[in-house]
C-alpha cells in the first residue's frame, strides 16, 4: 500500500524502497521525479525552477490511488491491487475530455514494474523507465539525427553528444503531449512497437517533466520550463560567409571586399579555426593576423560581423597550460592523463594529444571568458563559433571522463549547453546584447543562451541534402529556434564539377529559406586536417557564371525576407515557436499534413519544398487544407488539401505563399532584378 503525502506543488507518494515526486511545472505540465529511499535535490538537468505563473495543483488522495490535476492535464498514480507484484504507476490524462496521453507500464507481469534501478556500487544505478507503446503514435524532436527520419516513432537511439548527432532528449507527440527526459547521463531511447523505455547507464534518479496541448502548446510550454531563446540580432539573418579556413587577415578582407564590389549582401564573415597561436590561448596569430582590430574595424563599416572560431580544446603548448591543469580547469579522466583529443595544431609537426576545458566548472567558466574578452570582444568581436562542442573525444568514452558538474557518464551530454553559457553569461556581464552561439551540439535548455545549432561535418551528397530538411524540423520540435546548416555540405564538392554546382544551387535555395543562411564546406582539394590546411574555392562566384548567377540572386531573396523573418524570430523569443517547423504544427486538424518530411512552413504564410534529387525540374508539393497557395515565382493559385506539381526550374523551389499573406519572395514588378 502506497503513502501518498500533499506537498506544496504536488504530490510525494512512497510505496516500498521508492519514492515518486510529483510537481506542477508550468502551465498543463507536471515534473516527475522518481528514486530510491531519497531524491536528490542536486541534479544537472534543465529544469531548474518551477516556470512563472505555474498555477497550484488539485491534489487528491485515498489509500491506492492520488491524482495531480494542472490544467489540462491529469496525472493519476495508483497501485494497482490486482497486480502479483504490485508498484507504484503513474498515467497521464488529457483533463478537458479525460483521453490517455501517457502511462508507464511494468516490464513484466511479475517484475520488475515500470521504473527499474539497478545498482552499480558506486551510489548511483543504471535507471530504466518504460511507457506503453502506441500503435497510432507518431513522435518528433530528439535533437538532431543522421538516420533521415523526422518522426522517430520505432526507432532505438543514444542519448550521447556526437558530431552531427545532437541530443537533446524531447519529443513532441501527436497523441498531444511532450515528453523530456531531464537528465544528462548517457543512455538510450527505445520508440518500440511494445514498450517506449528511456534509460541512464549511470545516475541517481528519474527524472523527467510531461506537458499536454497541440505541438504549438508544447513548444511554448517547453520553452517556459526550459528558457526561452533571445530575440535574433538584427545583423544575424543575413548571409553569413565561411570557407574551411582563410589562413590569413588579407584573404579573409579580400573576400568581404568583393562582396561589396559586386553589391552582393554579407551579414558575417567567419574566421575558421587554427588563427589561434595554439589551441586554448584564444588569440589571433600575429603572424598571420597582424592587425584584428583594424580588420574588424574595415568590415564592420561594410556592415560585416566577424565571427570566430572558439574550440573548447587546451594544447600543451599553450601558455596557459600549467594554470588549466593546475587548477583543476580542465575535464579530468578517472584514469591516465587529462588529454581527449589529437590534433596537429601550431607548432605541432604530428598529431598531439589535447584536452578540453571543462564549462561546467565556474572557475573555468570564468578564466576562459576573460581571454575571450581580452583576445577578441575588445577588439569588437561579437560573434562566436563553438566547435567541437559534444565534446569531441577520442576515443568518445564518456565514462573516462569527470567535471565539476559529476562524472562524464552522468553529466556529459549538458557539455554544450554549459559551453554556451560561458559565453552567453560572459556577453551579459560585459553588457552586450545576446548574441548567436553557432553550435555543433546542444542539449535542453541551450536554446535560452543564444545557441544557434548546425548539423555538422555532413557529406556533400543529395542524400545528405534530403536529411537535412527533416534534420533542421527535428532540431525545431526540439525547442531550438535557430538552425542552419553547411550549404553544399561539409565534406567535399568541387566547384568545377557541374554535377556538383547543380548541388550547390539546390542546396543554397534551401539554405534561403533557413533559419540562418550559412556558406561553409571543405572543398577540393582537401587535405589533412592540421594547422596549414585551407580548403578550396567556397564563395558564391566559385562555381561557375550560371551558378553564380542563381546564388546571387537568392541572395536578394533572403535580403527581402528579413523582415518577415524577424516577425517570426521574435515570436519564437516570445511563444517558443520555431519559424522552421513542419506542416503539422500549423496544420495539426490535416492528418495528410502528419505525413509530409520533405517541406516545410516558414512561419505561418510560406510553405517551402526544397528540390533533393538530381536533375529534377518539377516536383510534387502538398498544400495544406483550409487555406489557398499561391505560387511565390508565378502567381500560380492552387486550392489547399491536395498534391500538386509545381514548376522547379533550375533557378528556383518552389516556394507557395499562404492565401492572403504579403511575403515578398519574388523581387517587385518592373525592379531590375525583375
Same mark, same amino acid.
Given at each position: 500500500m502506497a503513502l501518498f503525502e500533499n506537498?506544496? #506543488?504536488?504530490? $510525494?507518494?512512497?510505496?516500498?524502497? &521508492?519514492?515518486?515526486?510529483?510537481? =506542477?511545472? #508550468?502551465?498543463?505540465?507536471?515534473?516527475?521525479?522518481?528514486?530510491? *529511499?531519497?531524491?536528490?535535490?542536486?541534479?544537472?538537468?534543465?529544469?531548474?525552477?518551477?516556470?512563472?505563473?505555474?498555477?497550484?495543483?488539485?491534489?487528491?488522495?485515498? &489509500? @491506492?490511488?492520488?491524482?495531480?490535476v494542472v490544467g489540462e492535464l491529469t496525472v493519476v498514480v495508483t497501485v494497482p491491487s490486482d497486480a502479483a507484484n504490485p508498484e507504484l504507476e503513474v498515467a497521464f490524462h488529457r483533463t478537458s475530455d479525460g483521453?490517455? /496521453?501517457?502511462?508507464?507500464?511494468?516490464? %513484466? @507481469?511479475?517484475?520488475?514494474?515500470?521504473?527499474? *534501478?539497478?545498482?552499480?556500487?558506486?551510489?548511483?544505478? +543504471?535507471?530504466?523507465?518504460?511507457?506503453?507503446a502506441y500503435d497510432d503514435e507518431r513522435l518528433f524532436g530528439l535533437g538532431q539525427r543522421t538516420h533521415g527520419r523526422l518522426d522517430v516513432k520505432g526507432l532505438a537511439l543514444d542519448l550521447v553528444q556526437?558530431?552531427?548527432?545532437?541530443?537533446?532528449?524531447?519529443?513532441?507527440?501527436?497523441r498531444g503531449y511532450g515528453f523530456l527526459w531531464n537528465n544528462p547521463a548517457v543512455g538510450r531511447v527505445e520508440f518500440a512497437a511494445n514498450a517506449t523505455r528511456w534509460q541512464a547507464g549511470q545516475s541517481r534518479q528519474i527524472d523527467y517533466w510531461v506537458t499536454a496541448g497541440s505541438p504549438a502548446d508544447v513548444l511554448a510550454r517547453y520553452a517556459d520550463a526550459t528558457g526561452h531563446s533571445p530575440d535574433l540580432p538584427a545583423w544575424a539573418s543575413g548571409f553569413w560567409q565561411s570557407k574551411l579556413r582563410y589562413r590569413t587577415q588579407d584573404e579573409l578582407l579580400e573576400v568581404a571586399r568583393e562582396h561589396e564590389r559586386r553589391g552582393l549582401p554579407l551579414s558575417v564573415l567567419v574566421c575558421d579555426y587554427f588563427h589561434w597561436t595554439a589551441m586554448g590561448d584564444f588569440a589571433f596569430d600575429p603572424a598571420e593576423w597582424p592587425e584584428p582590430e583594424a580588420m574588424v574595424k574595415e568590415l564592420r563599416e561594410m556592415g560585416v560581423e566577424l565571427m570566430v572560431s572558439i574550440w573548447p580544446t587546451v594544447s600543451p603548448l599553450s601558455r596557459h597550460w600549467a594554470r588549466y591543469r593546475d587548477e583543476g580547469l580542465l575535464v579530468g579522466t578517472d584514469q591516465g592523463l587529462e588529454v581527449h583529443q589529437t590534433v596537429r595544431d601550431k607548432g605541432m609537426a604530428t598529431p598531439m594529444a589535447v584536452g578540453f576545458y571543462d564549462p561546467s566548472n565556474p572557475r573555468t567558466r570564468a578564466f576562459v571568458w576573460d581571454l575571450v574578452r581580452q583576445n577578441y570582444l575588445d577588439l569588437g568581436i561579437r560573434v562566436w563559433w563553438l566547435d567541437a562542442s559534444e565534446p569531441e573525444l577520442n576515443p568518445a568514452d564518456p565514462q573516462n571522463v569527470v567535471l565539476h558538474a559529476g562524472p562524464g557518464a552522468q553529466v556529459i551530454n549538458a557539455y554544450?549547453?554549459?559551453?554556451?553559457?560561458?559565453?552567453?553569461?560572459?556577453? !551579459?556581464?560585459?553588457? %552586450?546584447?545576446?548574441?548567436?552561439? /553557432?553550435?555543433?551540439? =546542444?542539449?535542453?535548455?541551450?536554446?535560452?543562451?543564444?545557441?544557434?545549432?548546425?548539423?555538422?561535418?555532413?557529406?556533400?551528397?543529395?542524400?545528405?541534402?534530403?536529411?537535412?530538411?527533416?534534420?533542421?524540423?527535428?532540431? =525545431?520540435?526540439?525547442?531550438?529556434?535557430?538552425?542552419?546548416?553547411?550549404?553544399?555540405g561539409f565534406h567535399g564538392g568541387d566547384a568545377a564539377d557541374p554535377a556538383y554546382r547543380e548541388l550547390m544551387v539546390r542546396w543554397f535555395q534551401f539554405g534561403t529559406f533557413c533559419p540562418l543562411f550559412r556558406l561553409h564546406g571543405d572543398r577540393e582539394p582537401r587535405t589533412a586536417t592540421g594547422?596549414?590546411?585551407?580548403?578550396?574555392?567556397? &564563395? $558564391?562566384?566559385?562555381?561557375?557564371? +550560371?551558378? *553564380?548567377?542563381?546564388?546571387?540572386?537568392? /541572395?536578394h531573396v533572403r535580403e527581402r525576407l528579413r523582415p518577415y523573418l524577424h516577425e517570426q524570430m521574435s515570436r519564437a523569443a516570445r511563444d517558443g515557436l520555431p519559424p522552421m517547423r513542419p506542416l503539422f504544427v500549423d496544420f495539426g486538424d490535416d492528418a495528410r499534413a502528419w505525413d509530409v518530411d520533405d517541406q516545410f512552413l516558414l512561419g505561418p504564410d510560406l510553405l517551402v519544398a526544397p528540390v533533393l534529387r538530381a536533375g529534377e525540374r518539377e516536383r510534387d508539393v502538398y498544400l495544406p487544407a483550409g487555406t489557398a497557395w499561391t505560387d511565390a515565382w508565378t502567381g500560380q493559385r492552387y486550392d489547399g488539401?491536395?498534391?500538386?506539381?509545381?514548376?522547379?526550374?533550375?533557378?528556383?523551389?518552389?516556394?507557395?505563399?499562404?492565401?492572403? !499573406?504579403?511575403?515578398?519572395?519574388?523581387?517587385?514588378?518592373?525592379?531590375?532584378?525583375?
Open positions: 506537498v506544496p #506543488g504536488g504530490l $510525494v507518494a512512497h510505496h516500498r524502497h &521508492e519514492v515518486v515526486r510529483i510537481d =506542477a511545472w #508550468g502551465r498543463d505540465s507536471v515534473r516527475v521525479r522518481a528514486a530510491r *529511499y531519497r531524491l536528490d535535490d542536486a541534479d544537472h538537468g534543465a529544469l531548474d525552477a518551477p516556470p512563472p505563473g505555474t498555477p497550484t495543483p488539485v491534489v487528491t488522495t485515498d &489509500e @491506492s490511488r492520488a491524482t495531480v483521453a490517455e /496521453l501517457l502511462r508507464e507500464q511494468p516490464m %513484466h @507481469s511479475w517484475a520488475p514494474g515500470p521504473r527499474t *534501478y539497478t545498482g552499480t556500487r558506486t551510489g548511483t544505478y +543504471e535507471l530504466r523507465q518504460e511507457f506503453v556526437r558530431n552531427g548527432e545532437v541530443n537533446v532528449p524531447f519529443v513532441v507527440s501527436s554544450p549547453r554549459d559551453n554556451a553559457r560561458l559565453f552567453a553569461e560572459g556577453m !551579459a556581464a560585459e553588457g %552586450h546584447e545576446p548574441t548567436v552561439l /553557432l553550435s555543433r551540439s =546542444a542539449w535542453a535548455g541551450s536554446q535560452r543562451y543564444g545557441a544557434a545549432v548546425w548539423s555538422g561535418d555532413i557529406p556533400a551528397t543529395w542524400d545528405s541534402l534530403a536529411t537535412q530538411v527533416r534534420a533542421g524540423l527535428g532540431v =525545431a520540435m526540439s525547442g531550438i529556434p535557430w538552425w542552419t546548416t553547411d550549404i553544399g594547422f596549414d590546411q585551407t580548403g578550396g574555392p567556397n &564563395e $558564391v562566384w566559385s562555381f561557375g557564371d +550560371e551558378a *553564380y548567377a542563381i546564388l546571387a540572386d537568392h /541572395l488539401g491536395a498534391t500538386v506539381r509545381v514548376p522547379a526550374p533550375l533557378e528556383r523551389i518552389p516556394v507557395l505563399v499562404r492565401d492572403g !499573406a504579403d511575403v515578398p519572395v519574388a523581387p517587385p514588378e518592373g525592379s531590375a532584378a525583375d
